[in-house]
């Protein structure tokens, strides 16, 4: 390491590349963690954590028993073990004794991107509540049609406050802090909204995932869904090449026209129709093929609810959008985890080497900083995978029931896992001899006292 | 994986040995064929699984694959993914959804499918039932033209009437003959199968759960693979060999190297 070091200096190793390689050197190694310990504070299982995003330094989580708990990830509360292991008590606890908490599960627990002052979170109880940290008190709460599966706020908003809030219900709802009443409904799904994601690239752009097994694409300032995953589109390769796509679509249609020379050419003409038709855009002007008795005049932007393709044979459990918004990763139940490309709209057709996920509960799915890797809550293990190749690359066994969530926090390379056996379990890169020096109370000496 | 080709002779894991063969093969013909027998290592693994297809008396099907048993034996299963989306393009073989379990599909080569249908068209023609030309239509229009798995109600009334006047009747004989069934969840789409394959399927689940009872019944959950092989299963048509590559390509099984040979355990996750 001190001859990377020196090399930087000297400019032989970018300054990006040297930071790369520690971080993945350091992520290869990440196992349960021996010099920290979060003293969970719930009676239920765990259903969502998040560290905040401006400081990176406290974890809230969400659990089964209607509680909702802060811990500080930094600084432990007190040590153990001679000074060697950390222990992280909650710094707060809101639970059913709570004059305005949630009676039921909390299905999903957010900080407010902007600071740690607020956060957010939806419970099976119909609620959605917007607590104030420091007093813990409800600020505002929304009522919604049913069971809140999962609430999100947009990390990149700079001019809306919005809440997208995935329920049973098929419609997903926009809830408004700043003036504390439901902004907008998105309609398009066919069942409940399991996962609700905001596009990390843009702060209008909303990704949904539904029990309906469709993964939907909304700008929430347009009326209908401009995009909808179909498992079936796929492309051959991270991105295709330019040429290639085109190329794809003419051949399809060629072929389409081939073995039938002899048609006439109004029928030609509706092949042609409907191999443009089955891709994934919708263009403005209708062009569905004529369905004789459901002919009616649609909005353009609500055509979209027309299509029922869907990207996964069962529901969708878990999105996540990678770091540079050009990939998200979608877990159905299905036990199938895909990549797709945001820009194309296609599937990958990356196989990743999952055997069972967990179909009932909405799952939280992590990615590593360059988006090399991904974290899978696998029954009870969290795999971590490769995200290009699909290969397992790590396997984290600790837990004794089914892992729900994970997060794992860029600034210091550490995975948090909560699971149904009521712990959250920390995994960090293994520390290296030299690095005990500089922990914990320790008596003065040198190697060379008795 | 790479070790389990130099394995027994009956072996499963041949990929080793039938890379070699192709390439042999290849060598010869370089002269005379330029672009046919290209062989992927999928390719190999397809034709292979297809020759091992057992042979079942009582019903009269193609063989097929599952796509589970090409996991197992080509290492890359993101590479297996996306050569099955090139030959399907292609239209070399077909690949249909199987409802025994989560993601099963079954692939099939596509003069294997067409062999099937006509000896459907042949059955019904026997019983004497009356609209037989919408097989001809389905084989022209739909096959060709829809290559995924499933297709939507109104997609397939188009696509039929582009060889004549179409009638409820004729998508009811479709489903009778077992080329097509409803989707439950939603009844506007439909399925491609295989037809005649439902005791099939039987077996494929119930052998499924036989092996792996077998092998939880045991102490310490595992056993010798050659010794696994010859055990004959009671409730399933369908060989040993079918199943072991099912279960360990959909990771219910896995494949131990041990200095007395390979072994197979129940993975525990």
């Given at each position: 390491?001190?001859?990377?070091?020196?090399?930087?200096?000297?400019?032989?190793?970018?300054?990006?590349?040297?930071?790369?390689?520690?971080?993945?050197?350091?992520?290869?190694?990440?196992?349960?963690?021996?010099?920290?310990?979060?003293?969970?504070?719930?009676?239920?299982?765990?259903?969502?954590?998040?560290?905040?995003?401006?400081?990176?330094?406290?974890?809230?989580?969400?659990?089964?028993?209607?509680?909702?708990?802060?811990?500080?990830?930094?600084?432990?509360?007190?040590?153990?073990?001679?000074?060697?292991?950390?222990?992280?008590?909650?710094?707060?606890?809101?639970?059913?004794?709570?004059?305005?908490?949630?009676?039921?599960?909390?299905?999903?627990?957010?900080?407010?991107?902007?600071?740690?002052?607020?956060?957010?979170?939806?419970?099976?109880?119909?609620?959605?509540?917007?607590?104030?940290?420091?007093?813990?008190?409800?600020?505002?709460?929304?009522?919604?049609?049913?069971?809140?599966?999962?609430?999100?706020?947009?990390?990149?908003?700079?001019?809306?406050?919005?809440?997208?809030?995935?329920?049973?219900?098929?419609?997903?709802?926009?809830?408004?802090?700043?003036?504390?009443?439901?902004?907008?409904?998105?309609?398009?799904?066919?069942?409940?909204?399991?996962?609700?994601?905001?596009?990390?690239?843009?702060?209008?752009?909303?990704?949904?995932?539904?029990?309906?097994?469709?993964?939907?694409?909304?700008?929430?300032?347009?009326?209908?869904?401009?995009?909808?995953?179909?498992?079936?589109?796929?492309?051959?390769?991270?991105?295709?090449?330019?040429?290639?796509?085109?190329?794809?679509?003419?051949?399809?249609?060629?072929?389409?026209?081939?073995?039938?020379?002899?048609?006439?050419?109004?029928?030609?003409?509706?092949q042609r129709k409907l191999s443009n038709g089955s891709s994934m855009k919708q263009s403005p002007i209708a062009k569905i093929p004529a369905k004789g008795p459901l002919r009616q005049r649609l909005h353009p932007g609500m055509l979209s609810a027309q299509d029922r393709a869907t990207a996964h044979y069962g529901a969708v459990t878990g999105l996540k959008v990678?770091?540079?918004?050009?990939?998200?990763?979608?877990?159905?139940?299905?036990?199938?985890?895909?990549?797709?490309?945001?820009?194309?709209?296609?599937?990958?057709?990356?196989?990743?080497?999952?055997?069972?996920?967990?179909?009932?509960?909405?799952?939280?799915?992590?990615?590593?900083?360059?988006?090399?890797?991904?974290?899978?809550?696998?029954?009870?293990?969290?795999?971590?995978?490769?995200?290009?190749?699909?290969?397992?690359?790590?396997?984290?066994?600790?837990?004794?029931?089914?892992?729900?969530?994970?997060?794992?926090?860029?600034?210091?390379?550490?995975?948090?896992?909560?699971?149904?056996?009521?712990?959250?379990?920390?995994?960090?890169?293994?520390?290296?001899?030299?690095?005990?020096?500089?922990?914990?109370?320790?008596?003065?000496?040198?190697?060379?006292?008795? | 994986?790479?070790?389990?080709?130099?394995?027994?002779?009956?072996?499963?894991?041949?990929?080793?040995?039938?890379?070699?063969?192709?390439?042999?093969?290849?060598?010869?013909?370089?002269?005379?064929?330029?672009?046919?027998?290209?062989?992927?290592?999928?390719?190999?693994?397809?034709?292979?699984?297809?020759?091992?297809?057992?042979?079942?008396?009582?019903?009269?099907?193609?063989?097929?694959?599952?796509?589970?048993?090409?996991?197992?034996?080509?290492?890359?299963?993101?590479?297996?993914?996306?050569?099955?989306?090139?030959?399907?393009?292609?239209?070399?073989?077909?690949?249909?959804?199987?409802?025994?379990?989560?993601?099963?599909?079954?692939?099939?080569?596509?003069?294997?499918?067409?062999?099937?249908?006509?000896?459907?068209?042949?059955?019904?023609?026997?019983?004497?039932?009356?609209?037989?030309?919408?097989?001809?239509?389905?084989?022209?229009?739909?096959?060709?033209?829809?290559?995924?798995?499933?297709?939507?109600?109104?997609?397939?009334?188009?696509?039929?009437?582009?060889?004549?006047?179409?009638?409820?009747?004729?998508?009811?004989?479709?489903?009778?003959?077992?080329?097509?069934?409803?989707?439950?969840?939603?009844?506007?789409?439909?399925?491609?199968?295989?037809?005649?394959?439902?005791?099939?399927?039987?077996?494929?689940?119930?052998?499924?759960?036989?092996?792996?009872?077998?092998?939880?019944?045991?102490?310490?959950?595992?056993?010798?693979?050659?010794?696994?092989?010859?055990?004959?299963?009671?409730?399933?048509?369908?060989?040993?060999?079918?199943?072991?590559?099912?279960?360990?390509?959909?990771?219910?099984?896995?494949?131990?190297?041990?200095?007395?040979?390979?072994?197979?355990?129940?993975?525990?996750?």
């Open positions: 390491m001190w001859r990377e070091i020196g090399d930087r200096e000297a400019g032989k190793i970018r300054p990006n590349a040297f930071a790369n390689r520690f971080k993945r050197n350091r992520i290869e190694s990440l196992q349960l963690s021996n010099h920290k310990d979060i003293v969970s504070a719930h009676r239920g299982s765990i259903n969502s954590l998040q560290v905040d995003l401006t400081e990176g330094r406290y974890l809230l989580s969400g659990a089964s028993d209607a509680s909702v708990a802060a811990y500080d990830v930094q600084r432990p509360t007190e040590y153990e073990g001679n000074g060697i292991i950390g222990k992280h008590k909650c710094l707060f606890v809101v639970d059913r004794t709570h004059e305005s908490g949630h009676q039921y599960a909390v299905s999903s627990a957010v900080w407010y991107p902007i600071d740690t002052g607020l956060f957010v979170t939806g419970s099976y109880d119909y609620h959605i509540n917007v607590w104030d940290t420091n007093t813990t008190q409800v600020v505002t709460n929304f009522k919604m049609p049913g069971k809140v599966y999962k609430t999100a706020m947009s990390s990149l908003a700079t001019s809306h406050m919005l809440i997208a809030a995935g329920t049973e219900d098929v419609q997903v709802r926009l809830c408004d802090i700043a003036s504390g009443a439901l902004a907008h409904t998105l309609s398009g799904h066919r069942d409940g909204v399991m996962t609700v994601e905001w596009s990390s690239s843009s702060e209008w752009v909303l990704v949904t995932g539904g029990c309906d097994g469709a993964i939907r694409f909304w700008d929430i300032r347009r009326a209908g869904c401009f995009l909808v995953l179909d498992q079936s589109q796929s492309q051959l390769g991270r991105r295709p090449p330019i040429l290639d796509r085109s190329a794809t679509n003419k051949v399809s249609s060629s072929k389409s026209s081939s073995p039938s020379p002899n048609l006439p050419v109004k029928a030609r003409a509706a990678t770091e540079d918004g050009m990939h998200l990763l979608s877990a159905g139940s299905d036990s199938r985890l895909r990549l797709w490309d945001v820009e194309s709209g296609r599937n990958t057709l990356v196989n990743f080497e999952t055997v069972r996920l967990q179909t009932s509960k909405p799952m939280q799915l992590a990615t590593s900083q360059n988006s090399a890797l991904v974290f899978v809550p696998c029954m009870t293990t969290v795999k971590a995978f490769d995200m290009w190749s699909g290969r397992t690359d790590l396997t984290f066994r600790g837990h004794y029931e089914c892992v729900n969530c994970c997060y794992f926090s860029f600034q210091d390379q550490e995975l948090y896992t909560g699971g149904n056996d009521r712990q959250i379990l920390v995994w960090s890169p293994s520390r290296l001899v030299y690095d005990e020096m500089d922990e914990g109370p320790h008596q003065d000496q040198d190697n060379w006292s008795d | 994986m790479e070790n389990y080709g130099s394995e027994s002779s009956k072996g499963k894991k041949r990929r080793r040995e039938e890379e070699s063969a192709a390439e042999s093969s290849d060598f010869d013909q370089i002269l005379s064929l330029e672009k046919s027998l290209t062989f992927s290592d999928t390719m190999v693994a397809l034709r292979i699984m297809r020759a091992q297809f057992p042979q079942i008396d009582k019903v009269s099907i193609q063989p097929f694959i599952l796509q589970s048993q090409l996991y197992s034996s080509v290492k890359d299963r993101t590479r297996v993914d996306r050569d099955l989306e090139s030959l399907k393009r292609e239209k070399v073989l077909r690949i249909f959804k199987l409802n025994t379990g989560q993601d099963d599909h079954a692939i099939m080569f596509s003069e294997d499918y067409s062999s099937q249908i006509e000896r459907v068209k042949k059955r019904s023609q026997e019983k004497k039932l009356g609209n037989l030309e919408v097989f001809e239509w389905f084989k022209t229009h739909v096959i060709d033209f829809k290559l995924e798995p499933s297709i939507e109600h109104h997609e397939l009334w188009t696509l039929l009437s582009l060889g004549g006047k179409v009638k409820d009747e004729h998508i009811s004989l479709l489903i009778n003959a077992g080329l097509l069934t409803r989707q439950l969840i939603d009844p506007n789409m439909y399925w491609f199968t295989i037809p005649n394959i439902g005791s099939i399927l039987k077996g494929i689940s119930q052998g499924r759960k036989e092996v792996l009872s077998l092998l939880n019944r045991r102490r310490y959950k595992e056993m010798m693979l050659a010794s696994l092989e010859k055990k004959h299963l009671r409730l399933s048509s369908l060989d040993m060999r079918f199943h072991l590559r099912d279960l360990i390509g959909s990771g219910h099984l896995k494949i131990v190297q041990t200095p007395t040979g390979l072994v197979v355990q129940v993975s525990k996750d």
